[in-house]
Nanobody, 124 residues
């Protein structure tokens, strides 16, 4: 497992933008992929976006496709989530996750390291 530290959350108005960052401890990551998930009270945690570490292949939930962009900096062992055109329904706690196992980026069960979560609130 690797320790993950998220940053960049906060409050923003609808149609605004935020960028989340997630750094792996020691700025070293040798796993297969990293991803972002989100959760609202009373609902299950859901996949948002994922990126394979070596090739940079990406996958997005339909609800964020075209608005969010995931990227990674291998030298810094950091993954980013650029969120544009934010909507009130994007309000949630966002979790960074990392996995060593090979498999679908959106398969939550494959992720074995999780950050503590960071709140994103979209409201006027």
């Amino acid at each position: 497992q690797v320790q993950l530290v998220e940053s960049g959350g906060g409050s923003v108005q609808p149609d605004g933008s935020l960028t989340l960052s997630c750094a792996a401890s020691g700025r070293v990551f040798s796993g297969n992929a990293m991803g972002w998930f989100r959760q609202t009270p009373g609902k299950e945690r859901e996949f948002v976006a994922g990126i394979s570490w070596l090739q940079g292949l990406t996958d997005y939930a339909n609800s964020v496709k075209g608005r969010f962009s995931i990227s990674r900096d291998k030298d810094k062992a950091t993954v980013y989530l650029q969120m544009n055109s934010l909507k009130p329904e994007d309000t949630a706690a966002y979790f960074c996750a990392a996995k060593r196992a090979i498999g679908r980026l959106r398969d939550q069960s494959l992720y074995d390291s999780w950050g503590q979560g960071i709140q994103v609130t979209v409201s006027s």
